[in-house]
Structures are given as structure tokens and as C-alpha cells.
């Protein structure tokens, strides 16, 4: 199957007929990515199992995991969120290099509801928008390492001043903690805005502090 067909294919599906009632999704979400180098794509199944396939010139790959229930939950769940659903479909750049990879994004709810993004390696992102990618790079990333446990990110450790790499690459400073209430406040070093986050939420979407 090439990659132009399986993006037409996975387009079709997410998309429902007039009148259509949506059936359970079997999957949360669903990254499908094409470069130059290649096409991959990586969907989190509703039975706890992450498929990754890759396919370049050296060939095809097929890797799949099992995360966690707590894992499960947490992606179904943030993957479920208003602001994701609420992004605009198409974020992609407009600029046509032919180095930038594409992605389309299929987010699916437990009510069957779906909901397509599409960007590239180029797309000026939200800050919600790049919370998505972030989590999805961090889905990905279990592949290569485990995600780092909870207690990598205990308040103790996250005091103001404290930086913060997300997977995507993106750096962050901690301005406020909020340890009562389970949150901190932190900053983009590069892109100066800011956002509250779950402290029990960090860990899948930024390495530990140093």
C-alpha cells in the first residue's frame, strides 16, 4: 500500500456519511506521517496496544507495545480533550519543502466521534496544538525508553526557575508552583507564552528535570 493510498483511506474513514451514526472507535488516536524519507504511522489501540509502522527505503517495520492502564486512560482521555477538538483542521504551512514531513492526526472519542489535523514539519503551532504534538511524540517515545515514572516530577523538583524539554523540543521554564492544587505555571523559553499543567500530567509530555 503506498502512502498516498493509506492517507486517502484513513481520510475516508474519519470522515463519516451524511446521517452516518458513528460506531465505537477502536483506537484513540492515530499519526500518520509521510517525508521524504519515508511514511510512518502509530495508532494507540483501545486495548492498551501501540502499533508504530515505518516504511523506507530499507523497508518495512512493524513494532507494537502494551502501555499501561494508567497510560491507556490518560491518552484516551487527554486525546478526548475540547481544545484538541476544537483546533482547526488544516495547520499546515503552505510552504512547499520538500524536506518538511506531513502529518494527519485522527483523534477518536469513546463515543465514535472522530476528528482530523492536519500539519507539517514547518506549521507555526499553538500552543494547544503543540501540547498535541508534544503528547504524541511522547507516545512514540516508548518505543526507545519507558516514560519516566511520576516520581521523576515531584513538586521537590519542580521549583520556580526549573527548565523543561518536551518531547517535540520545545523548552520551558517553571514560573509558579502550584503544589496544593497539583499544578505548575510554566513559560516557553523561545515563544513566550504560558500554561498551566497537571504536575501528574508532565511526564507524558517532558522529560524529567536535570
Given at each position: 500500500?503506498?502512502?498516498v493510498?493509506?492517507?486517502?483511506?484513513?481520510?475516508?474513514?474519519?470522515?463519516p456519511?451524511?446521517?452516518?451514526?458513528?460506531?465505537k472507535?477502536?483506537?484513540c488516536?492515530e499519526w500518520?506521517?509521510?517525508?521524504?524519507e519515508?511514511?510512518e504511522?502509530?495508532?494507540?489501540?483501545?486495548?492498551r496496544t501501540?502499533?508504530?509502522?515505518?516504511?523506507?527505503?530499507?523497508?518495512?517495520?512493524?513494532?507494537?507495545?502494551?502501555v499501561?492502564?494508567?497510560?491507556?486512560a490518560?491518552?484516551c482521555?487527554?486525546?478526548?480533550?475540547?481544545?484538541?477538538?476544537?483546533?482547526p483542521?488544516?495547520?499546515?504551512?503552505?510552504?512547499?519543502?520538500?524536506f518538511?514531513?506531513?502529518?494527519?492526526?485522527?483523534?477518536?472519542?469513546?463515543?465514535g466521534?472522530?476528528?482530523?489535523v492536519?500539519?507539517d514539519?514547518?506549521?507555526?503551532l499553538s500552543?494547544?496544538a503543540?501540547?498535541?504534538r508534544?503528547?504524541?511524540?511522547?507516545?512514540k517515545?516508548?518505543?526507545?525508553?519507558?516514560?519516566?515514572?511520576?516520581?521523576r516530577?515531584?513538586?521537590?523538583?519542580?521549583?520556580?526557575?526549573?527548565?523543561l524539554?518536551?518531547f517535540?523540543g520545545?523548552?520551558?521554564?517553571?514560573?509558579?508552583?502550584?503544589?496544593?492544587?497539583?499544578f505548575?505555571e510554566?513559560?516557553?523559553?523561545?515563544?513566550?507564552y504560558?500554561?498551566?499543567v497537571?504536575?501528574?500530567?508532565?511526564r507524558?509530555?517532558?522529560?524529567?528535570?536535570?
Open positions: 500500500m503506498t502512502a493510498v493509506a492517507l486517502l483511506l484513513l481520510s475516508a474513514r474519519s470522515t456519511a451524511p446521517g452516518a451514526v458513528p460506531s472507535s477502536t483506537f488516536v500518520v506521517r509521510q517525508s521524504r519515508g511514511y504511522r502509530m495508532t494507540l489501540f483501545s486495548d501501540v502499533v508504530w509502522k515505518t516504511s523506507d527505503a530499507r523497508g518495512e517495520e512493524v513494532r507494537r507495545k502494551t499501561s492502564p494508567e497510560e491507556l490518560f491518552y482521555s487527554y486525546f478526548s480533550r475540547r481544545e484538541f477538538w476544537e483546533l483542521d488544516d495547520l499546515r504551512s503552505g510552504l512547499g519543502s520538500e518538511a514531513g506531513k502529518s494527519s492526526v485522527t483523534l477518536a472519542r469513546s463515543d466521534f472522530q476528528k482530523r492536519r500539519f514539519d514547518l506549521s507555526a500552543a494547544d503543540g501540547g498535541l508534544a503528547a504524541l511524540d511522547g507516545l517515545t516508548i518505543f526507545t525508553n519507558p516514560l519516566a515514572p511520576a516520581s516530577f515531584t513538586p521537590d523538583v519542580l521549583a520556580p526557575g526549573t527548565l524539554k518536551r517535540d520545545a523548552v520551558f521554564r517553571v514560573r509558579r508552583l502550584e503544589k496544593e492544587k497539583g505548575v510554566i513559560v516557553g523559553v523561545i515563544e513566550p504560558s500554561q498551566f497537571k504536575i501528574e500530567e508532565l507524558y509530555q517532558f522529560s524529567p528535570p536535570e
